[in-house]
């Protein structure tokens, strides 16, 4: 993940705070939401880090292929990541 999870708790505590200055939300429990806002935000930001694990669990398995055809590794990666992002509707 990119971002410190600290870093991204301040993100969801501040785009809570905004959203409700701006009346976009109303709540009393505005610490409960910055928490959800928070666990959604390193949901998302995890999801890149899932599908890289997915990714080179795939190539893993096509290795010996590979090496044989001689296919470019990090061109490979970025096919198979392209591939999982779109079959799991990520923005990465």
Known sequence: MILSKEY?????????ERLI????????AQPA???KVETAMLDELGME?????????????YSDEMRKSGANYQEMFKKVKNE???K?????
């Not at 991204?8 to 809570?16: C, E, K, N, P, Q």
């Not at 799991?88 to 990465?92: H, P, R, W």
Request: charged residues 30%.
């Open 8 to 16: 991204v708790g301040y993100l969801a505590r501040h785009v809570v």
């Open 21 to 28: 200055k701006a009346d976009v939300i109303a709540t009393k």
């Open 33 to 35: 939401v910055a928490q």
């Open 49 to 61: 880090d899932r599908i890289n694990e997915e990714v080179r669990m795939i190539l893993e398995t």
């Open 84 to 86: 999982l992002a779109r």
């Open 88 to 92: 799991y509707k990520a923005v990465l």
